[in-house]
């Protein structure tokens, strides 16, 4: 196969397809890029197909730059030279920045990296980068392993379960494996070299690092240059699909579950139903993006990301890649929702409790941490612009009014199921933390947790996104108030003694 | 932006897009529409090019009238003649039937509403109107508010849970806002007149009707007019597109929860695997439609409401917007399985115990009030007239033998789970309706609830539509006698004398 | 219509469709279809347009041969004369065999047959029908059903429950009816003739077989022929599209609930997202199939089923339809996830305690029943070849070996399950096998089950195919600990004694 690697070699111009889009002619891999796709085109050909079907392997940076400013894909003041005048392939992204990879190593003349960061894109894609650094998604590793109550949350979850000798369940730290596997397969990984293999290949035997938290690409990666986050989470490998990120499948992936369930609740929406109809004849690669020319009802990104058009000239939005400039609230509770984060790491924040969560257990918020009201409105009417290409004011304000209902509503529910858990730590029957307890371990507290973990969340976004069934049979408010049935029929199995409850069930989150 | 207003009303003449049918030419916007665009083309756009890629935007209502009966999209015997000779454009329905919409305002010289009414789409499409008055679904805000049991149940899930001073859960009355968010955005809302906002705008300040209950968007809404019902449930704004009615995503909204999976059911089955993969081949918008020429697999409108010919100029279905005129049970348990209503406003219905519920908690239907057998081998006739397009009568004779004995089966064991609440009731372990309690607020009874709500419904929707998860270990048989298990180990925990079990379960439900 | 079916018999010839592909001109069907032709095209117009629609309709068995061996579709050495030289219509499937079927009955001077079987399509498909024989789901009927403890399970979940004197429920055998609706609507039922009925048609009076079991298109169905499953399982009637069996969707039916999550997992997956942005541009219907360039993300089949191509003359992967080919791995625990079984009939299979299944309760495989190291090595290296059309080696490493990480993780959680389970058994709390009980009818016990047929199983699918939410919160590891917890917590309220966990958790099952 050598042999094929050599002959491939020369043929590879040969190999180009016929491009998509039409632009300036003559877009030609570097020499470096070529000299990759010479073994590569034969030893991953699926790889290199899908490139080559990518933008990446069609146009030049320098070709984008001509482009008019709201059309560009690039969005960096100035391309490094050496990067303008051929296409994006295999060299321009695996030998960028040389020297900053921990991961790089020698590979035949070349020192290539094998995992490709933020960095790296930033290359030609600053904005993006600069813009994504600020999103609660690049910081999504530390948020998780830096917080002591989700890593104790993890340990309970994702732990080996094993029984003591007086037969009680206890759990020990959770392998490294297993956290690569559950909660960091979203969050991110960490990626680390842990050594060198020398393995036979179809060019003799050769050299590649060995990494840990391998494969992965997750939202908060840490990279081995130490960067945050994979752009690969949306726009995968090695095609880097614009349409791809612009699908609603592209978040689906870590939005689906009964925690944040997005996606399902967008897709059972009328926004869903309509591009279940209509969106195979949408433009889905236009930029800017023009609401009724190229699509005629929005996905994750219309709302949340994407530079959108009038059709006139005008921008509807710009395009950021902080995901909440647009969205007032967290409908996330934690365990209430409330008003988004100010900095996206979420490390510092405490509650009036002193515990490492955005509102107390009372449903207080920690508002020194979070946005204020005056920044609630700027967001929310970036969002409502968008909204205004299909809806009339009275429209969306309608159903944002009700979506703000619906928020206090359920985080007042969120505060009588804790107001239980409550009675359940006091009366003893759970060791809660003020006993120095966990606030997971026990049945009767996992009852409580996905009162608003998978519940209230369900709630909050069906009505943020009109996917009714979530809010009601579909682990929505039937799965809530059964919840807080049993944990109420459980206390009094118990014999719990009642408590005055208190003075008033607190929604205040802003 | 007042002056791009204005240009736009000269300009847009030129604005019109491609028709993508061929239709006579010539079909224009009547002039009340056309300044209606002036300014909508520049304040709404994605609106306004949503309309333009629809058929009302291509065709008029004399065009259609010209074609073959079976090939007409509009029904009415006549068209008022102003509608008949331009395209159906803002002003033909948002200034309809003026003096009879209670949300009509005076918008620059027009008298306009903002809720078009099914009243409104009956000026073209009367029969489906017809139809749809007498379809349980045009019925479903009274059916729901007007019923006592359900009012109860609503007030239990939708309703604020406090804690008492005794630290018992109580449940207030729903906040109207919390109502229109949970079922009824399904049902349809009550939309009202409760004032008017007056609102800086482009074209400076303008007043304008302020709605409760909006938007929404739900079956049985009950209209400004009086009227109930929104064509747009299914026919979304303002593409009205027969293609999107006619994909199951249409449906999916409403009938995805656990209560009622039909759309689940459907995308496992055969029918949903051939449509996921030829689908996007199929003619969606072919009147009528044709079994094997139009579309290889049928969809929920294809079983249920469209009119489909035979290839050779016969039709194997007439249209119909009553949905169940090809269905003899009712699948959706009340708590059992049952032949469907005689009249689509269920209200009146009593069972042989007195309450609003078609059959008793015995398992006999309250027969008087439901289609007697020989309306429903009528019913099933013209749904097996569809099947056989594709399939041999012994296969569908097989296919809805099978189906019946799981009505039977599945409402047997609603009732052996009825039994055991009934216990929990006689044994003082939950306070029941005779007692003066509500069937559905303590833990116990909730688990009962969900064997016939949700897993005797999902066993009975997977037979219909041969979706075999769905009838086994998802939310199917495996849920269902788990609950039985759980009923029957809280009882003996709590040592509930065990009771003689009646004679028998009853299975009669027709 | 008998003279409709008359004169279609004339005009059919003009019925015929354009073909879809550039295959030899002037293949036509049969004298002896074409007359089955002159009324099911009236009689049954979808069945005939979808048949038309296909390959069988436009490509002789000659034809097919006359390509290069890897680009056919027909794999039996020689093809009957009389079949090769017209196209594949329905006398060739429905009177092939003639003799061998329980179900054959006189039609129209024709010995017909209604279910077609491998036996039949193994005329031109013999490779595909011996592979099938070896595969586990041609054996799903007899492995369900001949197996002690699994007819236990199904009584539990199928058969009515009742109340017994005592107030205790009981579960009486399943009726045949409801197993055919349950378990072997995937499984397969046993088709047989019962009887034979007499129908008024078209054509007059006529004579057809009584089928039981009948309509199912289960994997592992038993046909009137004593052959055992059903190629329309995925290749469905009449279209028998290559295309369809290789979309997600056709394994959706029966691998989509929580037991076997296999789709919803891929659904989420990068896989499935770029599935989804660009699997409407792919070739889906290339013989071989070649990744990049037909597709470029792996669908069921890719992985475990089709012949695929590198693009420079040679294979990846050569076709199976032994669908474990390229498995190590059986991640559907019983109650521990195990090596595959050797022999797809399961049936023999004994673990240390005599039980039939492929562990014990201990976490011990029956190993001498399942294949041993070296054959799992060479399974994974065929699926890691596939891998390696667009992954690096370690990449593909990296995953295979987390993901034999989380079997060994989720088989010691589900240990821990069972020890608790074991507990409730000795303490008396549940009756189990020992004391003469099922495992599977008590609340306790299906709590249990629920970790490893769940739980376990989603974690495990979640890490094979990258799925996270199944392998967190969407059934997966919050579920199995929470289970965990509920049991303990039942134990303790039943004051059940802590006894000492056994040594060590084993996980040892290869």
């Known amino acids: 196969m050598?042999?094929?690697?050599?002959?491939?070699?020369?043929?590879?111009?040969?190999?180009?397809?016929?491009?998509?889009?039409?632009?300036?002619?003559?877009?030609?891999?570097?020499?470096?890029?070529?000299?990759?796709?010479?073994?590569?085109?034969?030893?991953?050909?699926?790889?290199?197909?899908?490139?080559?079907?990518?933008?990446?392997?069609?146009?030049?940076?320098?070709?984008?730059?001509?482009?008019?400013?709201?059309?560009?894909?690039?969005s960096a003041a100035t391309v490094p030279e050496a990067l303008a005048g051929h296409t994006v392939g295999c060299a321009e992204c695996h030998t960028a920045n040389a020297g900053k990879h921990a991961d790089s190593f020698e590979h035949n003349g070349f020192q290539v990296h094998v995992v490709v960061t933020p960095e790296d894109c930033a290359l030609c894609h600053a904005e993006e980068r600069a813009q994504y650094a600020g999103n609660l998604m690049a910081h999504a590793y530390g948020n998780l392993m830096g917080n002591a109550l989700y890593a104790d949350l993890q340990r309970l979850v994702v732990g080996a379960a094993t029984l003591d000798g007086a037969g009680r369940v206890a759990h020990a730290a959770p392998e490294a494996s297993q956290l690569d596997d559950a909660c960091l397969t979203c969050h991110g990984t960490k990626v680390a070299v842990t050594g060198q293999a020398t393995r036979e290949t179809v060019l003799g035997e050769m050299a590649f690092p060995v990494l840990a938290g391998w494969p992965n690409q997750?939202?908060?990666?840490?990279?081995?240059?130490?960067?945050?986050?994979?752009?690969?989470?949306?726009?995968?490998?090695?095609?880097?699909?614009?349409?791809?990120?612009?699908?609603?499948?592209?978040?689906?992936g870590c939005h689906k579950g009964p925690d944040v369930p997005a996606y399902k609740v967008w897709e059972v929406s009328k926004h869903g139903a309509i591009a279940a109809a209509h969106g195979d004849s949408w433009n889905w690669e236009a930029v800017p993006w023009t609401p009724g020319k190229d699509f005629s009802a929005p996905t994750c990104a219309a709302c949340h990301v994407a530079r959108l058009a009038d059709g006139e000239g005008g921008l509807l939005?710009?395009?950021?890649?902080?995901?909440?400039?647009?969205?007032?609230?967290?409908?996330?509770?934690?365990?209430?929702?409330?008003?988004?984060?100010?900095?996206?790491?979420?490390?510092?924040?405490?509650?009036?409790?002193?515990?490492?969560?955005?509102?107390?257990?009372?449903?207080?918020?920690?508002?020194?941490?979070?946005?204020?009201?005056?920044?609630?409105?700027?967001?929310?009417?970036r969002l409502q612009a968008v909204c205004g290409a299909c809806h009339s004011t009275s429209w969306s304000d309608g159903h944002f009014a009700r979506l703000e209902k619906t928020i206090a509503a359920s985080n007042a529910q969120t505060r009588t199921a804790t107001q239980l858990v409550e009675r359940a730590w006091s009366s003893g029957l759970a060791?809660?933390?003020?006993?120095?307890?966990?606030?997971?371990?026990?049945?009767?507290?996992?009852?409580?947790?996905?009162?608003?973990?998978?519940?209230?969340?369900?709630?909050?976004?069906?009505?943020?996104?009109?996917?009714?069934?979530?809010?009601?049979?579909?682990?929505?408010?039937?799965?809530?108030?059964?919840?807080?049935?049993?944990?109420?029929?459980?206390?009094?199995?118990?014999?719990?003694?009642?408590?005055?409850?208190?003075?008033?069930?607190?929604?205040?989150?802003?």
Not at 26 to 50: F, I, K, Q, R
Not at 452 to 457: C, G, M, R, T, V
Request: glycine letters at 8%.
């Open 431 to 510: 060791i809660g933390p003020a006993a120095g307890g966990s606030p997971f371990d026990e049945a009767v507290e996992r009852l409580w947790a996905e009162t608003w973990l998978f519940h209230a969340n369900s709630v909050r976004f069906a009505a943020a996104m009109s996917g009714a069934d979530y809010g009601v049979f579909a682990d929505g408010r039937w799965q809530l108030t059964r919840r807080i049935a049993e944990l109420e029929s459980l206390l009094r199995l118990h014999g719990a003694p009642a408590v005055a409850p208190e003075a008033k069930p607190s929604s205040k989150a802003r």
């Open 2 to 74: 050598r042999t094929a690697c050599l002959v491939a070699l020369f043929v590879l111009p040969g190999l180009s397809i016929a491009p998509l889009l039409a632009e300036p002619p003559a877009a030609t891999p570097s020499d470096d890029t070529t000299t990759c796709l010479g073994c590569h085109a034969t030893t991953h050909p699926g790889l290199v197909a899908d490139w080559q079907a990518g933008r990446h392997a069609l146009v030049t940076p320098a070709a984008d730059r001509a482009r008019p400013a709201a059309a560009r894909r690039l």
């Open 317 to 381: 939005a710009e395009r950021t890649h902080r995901m909440n400039d647009r969205l007032p609230w967290r409908l996330f509770g934690l365990p209430y929702a409330h008003a988004h984060p100010i900095s996206p790491d979420t490390t510092p924040i405490r509650n009036a409790a002193g515990l490492p969560l955005p509102t107390d257990l009372s449903g207080e918020p920690a508002a020194s941490f979070l946005i204020d009201g005056a920044e609630q409105q700027a967001r929310r009417a």
């Open 218 to 252: 997750g939202v908060g990666r840490i990279n081995p240059d130490g960067s945050m986050g994979a752009c690969t989470s949306c726009h995968t490998r090695h095609r880097f699909s614009l349409a791809e990120a612009r699908k609603p499948d592209a978040c689906e």
